[in-house]
């Protein structure tokens, strides 16, 4: 703060006023009065199935044009693995873009989960964000088997399974870390204070949030394919529904809301120090 108001004196740019907002109620009946509610549900469920419609069929091409079994395949060409990271960071970005203002843009229920820990959703909202979410991503990959079925069951739907060579254990460990790099992405971009703090850097959150999940990608595709999100795994298991696919589910459903877990803490009660601030302003009510 004493570097804030330095900066300020010298003249090169000025802090705006800041306060925390306060949290959100734990259950906002209301909420289903607004239209503003459903119209966020609407965003969530079209988004979550732009996003597994783009992304499964990118997984899919990259699968079909380099299968070893044909022999018109180029084993170097495709997108590869770096593509697929790219397909699934950009959507997320420009769906977070598109989103942000009507919904928050969460697209995904380990986001959604960490925020209302962070009371910053209520628990109806959450819960219809999972729910909006989840069929948004049966209804995108659904779309992805309707166009291409015979590649869609040829090359896996897009589900997320665990390779060979990799425990469970370290499976779930992927999904829990994978999941915290994202969430702490979302809690650090989307930060009131952060942005009131450096308002002279105009920062564009779906940015950072979308390099997140492209880098998560490039590191944990080897292992599980990349969950980090319940619904976008959920999806796609239930349309391609194979019991290896079934079998790893709790594995996608587990780490990422862990990682959530884990990244609201972090952010909340470390980062912003939540639990010491609510300590002092006990304290000074006592004195009153």
Same mark, same amino acid.
């Not at 703060?1 to 925390?20: I, L, N, R």
């Given at each position: ?91 997320? %970005?420009?769906?977070?873009?598109? !989103?942000?203002? #009507?919904? /928050?843009?969460? =697209? +995904? @229920? *380990?986001?959604? &989960? $960490? ?98 999940? %492209?880098?998560?990608?490039?590191? !944990?595709?080897? #292992?599980? /394919?990349?969950? =980090? +999100? @319940? *619904?976008?795994? &959920? $999806? ?53």
């Amino acid at each position: 703060m004493g570097k804030d108001a330095e900066v300020a004196e010298k003249g090169e740019f000025s802090t705006k006023d800041y306060h925390d907002p306060p949290p959100t109620p734990l259950i906002d009946i209301e909420e289903l009065t607004k239209w503003s509610f459903y119209r966020a549900l609407i965003a969530e469920f079209i988004a979550t199935l732009l996003f597994l419609y783009i992304t499964v069929l990118t997984v899919i091409g990259y699968k079909s044009q380099t299968d070893p079994t044909l022999n018109n395949t180029d084993q170097c060409g495709g997108v590869g693995v770096l593509g697929i990271a790219w397909a699934f960071g950009g959507m997320i %970005f420009v769906l977070v873009y598109c !989103t942000a203002g #009507i919904s /928050g843009g969460h =697209i +995904n @229920p *380990a986001v959604t &989960f $960490g925020l209302f820990l962070a009371r910053k959703v209520s628990l109806i909202r959450a819960v219809m964000y999972m729910v909006a979410q989840c069929l948004g991503a049966i209804c995108g990959v659904g779309l992805v088997k309707a166009f291409q079925k015979s590649y869609f069951v040829r090359y896996g739907g897009g589900a997320n399974e665990l390779q060979v060579g990799y425990s469970k254990g370290t499976g779930l460990a992927a999904e829990i870390i994978g999941t915290f790099v994202l969430v702490y992405t979302v809690f650090s971009a989307t930060d009131p204070k952060r942005n009131a703090r450096d308002s002279h850097i105009p920062v564009l959150a779906p940015l950072p949030i979308g390099f997140a999940v %492209f880098m998560v990608h490039l590191a !944990t595709i080897p #292992i599980t /394919g990349t969950g =980090i +999100n @319940p *619904a976008r795994s &959920f $999806g796609a298991a239930v349309i391609y529904n194979t019991d290896k696919a079934w079998d790893d589910q709790w594995i996608f459903w587990v780490g990422p809301f862990i990682g959530a877990a884990i990244a609201a803490f972090y952010h909340q009660f470390v980062l912003r120090a939540a639990a010491i601030k609510a300590l002092g302003s006990f304290r000074s009510s006592q004195h009153v």
